[in-house]
């Protein structure tokens, strides 16, 4: 027996948005220049008849979910068939529930399936789990903000036992060496109310980045914008620092670091954090550059809040013992970390931290949260050069989730005029001010988008679907 607020899917629209960047963003050994946006739309009814709909949004990184020596086009338009082949899988789902309980259903039952058909349609261009779950993420989100705004109130105060079936125990198993239980448990006992009203701000820096006058070569856009590292720390207040890394080139990165250090430490960055794009085999390629880091330039060894997913995606095929890692520094899966299974299997080889991504699933975000807070491990949640709406739940994750340090946000970096339309209306979270985005526009029901002000004119959906289910 339910509930009376549990919702049912009635129906979905799809739309994708394409974004042109300012300045290319390396990903790996490939390098973004244009991405597409998926949004979507998702309406639902409760029990006695009433009804709401909700958005949610991600952009189609093709690069970082598939990695591939396939085209970027093949896979891009992969990704964008397959969130058309979900707008339909949504508006037939027939379960009703809360939307972690709903989400959670989807991702364990149908989504595999859904995209083992798609594969067997595709032999030469089969689609990552990754891929898959951030196609999936565009619904899953839309479908928590629905929740939200049928019930007229935020979707952060509906996380607990008042608004759902089931506690944690039966989405959730602990670590067998940990006296850990999810029994009567819910998200809300391990979110942060009240959720803080601005967060430090990261900045990627990436391999692609000038840092100097010298490195100039009149290609740069001249849209008002910075161009160099300095500039950007001091137009916005940066304290903390993201420096992407090759992975595969270990002179390179460590001059990389001594040369963003140099600029950090001259303008009072705090906080660095070392990104090695998932290239890296061998524990030691890791150790050997934060060693060297601890004995000629310990300052900034210092200031490496933690390292971030050195190693290759899939843990179970690439099962690295990483504690020597961790013991030098906090080491983050991000993505590896598909879900609270996955963070179980790192927790065991060594990581410390988990990076969250609302891309990932709004649902699977949360439940991954709960599983590493629950076994001590700390929390960051990553950027995916969020534009637009994607931005919101974005930050909304960070702010109640209780992060190491703030939140990486950089879409103002790499397409800053994509969210004019979102930034008039919620102007603290596209810009960086004292090294920080304010949260205090959110306030409405769902994710507080307030698109009723939002002024932007979408293109005919790519996709509409109706449940034939529907009360």
């Known amino acids: 027996m339910g509930k009376a607020s549990d919702v049912r899917i009635t129906g979905t629209r799809l739309y994708f948005l394409p974004v042109q960047t300012r300045v290319p963003l390396k990903f790996g050994t490939e390098t973004l220049t244009y991405v597409t946006c998926a949004r979507a739309a998702v309406q639902v009814q409760t029990a006695d008849g009433r009804t709401a709909e909700g958005w949610g949004e991600t952009p189609l990184s093709v690069q970082w979910v598939w990695p591939s020596a396939l085209s970027y086009e093949e896979r891009h338009e992969a990704l964008k068939a397959f969130c058309v082949t979900l707008t339909d899988a949504f508006a037939q789902f027939d379960k009703a529930g809360h939307p972690i309980e709903v989400g959670h259903a989807f991702v364990e039952t149908r989504l595999p399936r859904l995209l083992q058909a798609f594969n067997d349609n595709r032999p030469e261009q089969e689609m990552p789990w990754l891929a898959a779950l951030v196609c999936c993420s565009v619904f899953d989100i839309a479908l928590h903000d629905a929740y939200g705004m049928v019930h007229e109130k935020?979707?952060?105060?509906t996380y607990n036992a008042q608004w759902m079936n089931n506690d944690l125990s039966v989405m959730l198993v602990p670590a067998q060496d940990a006296q850990v239980t999810f029994e009567g448990r819910y998200p809300s006992d391990f979110l942060c109310f009240p959720r803080p009203e601005s967060l430090p701000a990261w900045h990627l820096v990436g391999g692609m980045d000038k840092l100097h006058e010298d490195e100039l070569d009149g290609s740069e856009p001249e849209d008002g914008y910075p161009v160099l590292l300095r500039e950007w720390i001091r137009?916005?207040?940066?304290?903390?620092?993201?420096?992407?890394?090759?992975?595969?080139?270990?002179?390179?990165?460590?001059?990389?670091?001594?040369?963003?250090?140099?600029?950090?430490?001259?303008?009072?960055?705090?906080?660095?954090?070392?990104?090695?794009?998932c290239t890296v085999t061998n524990p030691a390629y890791v150790n050997d550059i934060l060693d060297r880091l601890l004995v000629e330039a310990p300052r900034l060894y210092g200031m490496i809040l933690y390292v971030e997913q050195p190693f290759p995606y899939d843990l179970e095929k690439h099962a690295i013992d990483v504690h020597s890692v961790s013991a030098r520094k906090p080491l983050f899966m991000d993505e590896s970390a598909h879900d609270w299974r996955v963070v179980m299997r790192g927790r065991a080889l060594g990581w410390t931290g988990v990076a969250l991504k609302t891309c990932k699933t709004q649902t699977g975000a949360l439940l991954s949260l709960c599983w590493a807070k629950a076994h001590g491990m700390t929390?960051?949640?990553q950027d995916l050069t969020n534009p637009m709406l994607a931005q919101i739940p974005h930050v909304l994750l960070a702010a109640h989730g209780g992060t190491i340090m703030g939140v990486e946000t950089n879409a103002m970096q790499f397409y800053p005029e994509a969210s004019a339309a979102e930034a008039l209306v919620h102007p603290g979270l596209y810009q960086r001010r004292d090294g920080c985005?304010?949260?205090?526009?959110?306030?409405?029901?769902?994710?507080?988008?307030?698109?009723?002000?939002?002024k932007r004119d979408l293109p005919a959906p790519a996709r509409c679907a109706e449940s034939d289910k529907a009360q």
């Open 154 to 157: 935020p979707v952060y105060e």
């Open 235 to 277: 137009r916005d207040g940066l304290t903390c620092l993201k420096v992407k890394l090759r992975g595969n080139d270990a002179p390179w990165d460590y001059q990389r670091l001594l040369q963003v250090g140099a600029i950090a430490m001259e303008e009072g960055v705090q906080w660095i954090t070392t990104d090695f794009n």
């Open 379 to 381: 929390l960051m949640v």
């Open 437 to 454: 985005v304010a949260l205090s526009t959110l306030t409405g029901n769902g994710f507080g988008y307030a698109l009723e002000r939002i």
